[in-house]
């Protein structure tokens, strides 16, 4: 799923979601490292951005003050727990990181960075799964999200970004939510509004009604709201201030007023199509 700014779908979320009735379900896919390779050396916002330089290298481990010691990589994507990617590693510095994290315990913090270089505090663990080298030694490797976490503070930055992190989780609410705001009636509200747009784009690309299945698939609140947030690709910025939040019933309470913006989109797009159809092509 793909979305616009101000959270408005563009026209492919209409084909990846018309193409099958699992188009929320995002299969691992391939990212080069080469578009963040610079970020880390920019300032931008957080902590990650007022390192000073020094060598060293090393996994994850923890240090003297609770904190753990992560080599992190910067990416232009987000990473939630339980999702897969599919990464190609090629440039030296992270060559030497995977060197480490693949003889060590597979675990490397992943973090968000824009265009606007400046790496986000907040990103997610993943683990290695599934890894090759090649003749090169150049890696492909396949990594799922582990556990969140929050950047205290730089170690190094050479030859790679090392921070210490804390461990970030999902706080319960404060005070009895509403009727109808409890988290597991927001999954819900959310799973109903993804069938929804699932059924709109297919009638808007001319498919067939198809039963969309177990969209939910006995998922908790929690790790629901992130697969859906993993649904939102397209939209990183969205993405990672949904990975930030700390409250199940925000997060799910954001995607689905996410997907009501798009509902309306597509439906709207849908009665524009069948005021003015197509006129059959000639020839």
């Avoid at 084909?15 to 300032?43: D, E, I, K, L, M």
């Avoid at 090759?132 to 490797?141: K, N, P, S």
Wanted: hydrophobic residues 40%; glycine residues 8%; charged residues 25%.
């Amino acid at each position: 799923m793909a979305l616009l700014p101000q959270i408005l779908p563009s026209t492919r979320v209409a084909a990846a979601a018309a193409a099958s009735p699992n188009a929320f379900r995002r299969a691992p896919r391939q990212h080069a490292v080469a578009a963040a390779s610079s970020s880390t050396g920019r300032r931008g916002r957080g902590r990650l951005a007022t390192a000073a330089n020094a060598s060293g290298s090393g996994s994850s481990s923890e240090s003297d003050d609770g904190l753990v010691e992560l080599p992190l990589f910067p990416l232009p994507l987000v990473l939630f727990p339980d999702a897969t990617h599919a990464l190609h590693i090629f440039e030296f510095r992270y060559r030497i990181m995977m060197h480490t994290v693949l003889q060590t315990d597979l675990r490397f913090g992943v973090v968000f960075t824009g265009s606007g270089g400046g790496a986000a505090d907040v990103g997610c663990v993943g683990e290695v799964v599934k890894h090759e080298r090649l003749a090169d030694d150049r890696f492909f490797l396949i990594c799922k999200g582990q556990e969140r976490f929050r950047v205290a503070r730089v170690v190094r930055t050479k030859p790679y970004l090392v921070a210490a992190v804390q461990w970030l989780e999902d706080r319960p609410p404060a005070e009895k939510p509403a009727p109808g705001e409890d988290a597991e009636a927001l999954a819900t509200d959310v799973e109903a509004l993804m069938r929804d747009v699932i059924r709109i784009a297919n009638r808007l690309n001319g498919k067939p009604e198809k039963d969309v299945g177990d969209l939910r698939r006995g998922l908790f609140p929690t790790p629901f709201s992130f697969y859906v947030g993993n649904t939102f690709e397209g939209a990183p910025r969205e993405q990672q201030a949904l990975l930030e939040l700390e409250d199940t019933a925000a997060r799910l309470r954001r995607e689905r007023d996410t997907l009501r913006n798009t509902l309306n989109y597509l439906t709207a797009a849908s009665a524009v199509k069948d005021a003015f159809p197509s006129s059959p092509s000639s020839g």
